[in-house]
């Protein structure tokens, strides 16, 4: 079966670049979450989209920012990366309801 | 707000084992729960749900859970642990928020299988 895709798998970046981490869903899919979590720490939301639309907004820095395209794919924007920003990224799908289908994750280091 | 407590950060088991993983949860309404399992590194993995009806449910790779809304508890069980089950587990509630409920995770349970 399908799953959730996310590329890159590794991303290295230096402080203050930006770096852009891309989620393609579950075909059908309609929703797609981000969400951050630090080393030793349990997955934080960071936003939703639903049918394109920006659906919620969790603990999100404002040097993010993310949008769903119209084939649904999905991509989180990072801008002045800073070390605290060094986690893995997972992206998360979904068409029922909240049962959300994860994707492996984006490792971001950030040096 | 909701929330989710796993009161053991770290389990061992011998294999073969049977396995609970504590979850309490504190939400107003009917919750939504969710189970997940993390490997290290991996993205994480769905092993069960409950969304209403029976309080039972079955999941994934053997496990089960059962919803007990008077101590506001949603406990992961496996009668017999493999070696291949150590993994990080994450308890979550999801609740209503517009068209997309977000996820609130535990702080996860290190689960650890001796031979």
């Known amino acids: 079966a399908a799953g959730v895709i996310q590329s890159p798998r590794h991303l290295i970046k230096e402080k203050r670049e930006t770096a852009t981490l891309k989620c393609y869903p579950i075909p059908r899919h309609d929703t797609v979450y981000w969400y951050q979590q630090g080393p030793g720490q349990d997955p934080q939301f960071l936003i939703s989209f639903y049918e394109k639309m920006q659906s919620d907004k969790g603990s999100i820095p404002d040097r993010f920012s993310a949008q769903q395209f119209s084939d649904y794919h999905s991509e989180l924007n990072m801008s002045s990366l800073e070390l605290g920003d060094s986690a893995l990224y997972f992206c998360a799908s979904s068409l029922s309801f909240y049962e959300q289908y994860f994707g492996p994750g984006t490792r971001l280091t950030v040096t | 707000a909701q929330s989710v407590t796993q009161p053991d950060i770290h389990i061992t088991v011998s294999e073969g084992a049977s396995l609970e993983l504590r979850c309490n949860y504190s939400y107003g309404a009917t919750p939504y729960l969710f189970w997940y399992v993390q490997s290290p590194g991996q993205g994480l993995q769905l092993l069960l749900k409950?969304?209403?009806?029976?309080?039972l449910v079955q999941g994934i790779k053997g496990f089960e859970a059962e919803f007990k809304r008077s101590q506001s508890s949603f406990n992961l069980r496996k009668p017999s642990v493999h070696w291949s089950d150590a993994a990080e587990y994450f308890c979550?509630?999801?609740?209503?928020?517009?068209?997309?409920?977000?996820?609130?995770f535990g702080t996860g349970t290190r689960l650890q299988v001796t031979l």
């Open positions: 409950y969304f209403s009806g029976d309080t």
């Open positions: 979550a509630v999801g609740a209503p928020l517009g068209t997309a409920s977000k996820l609130t």
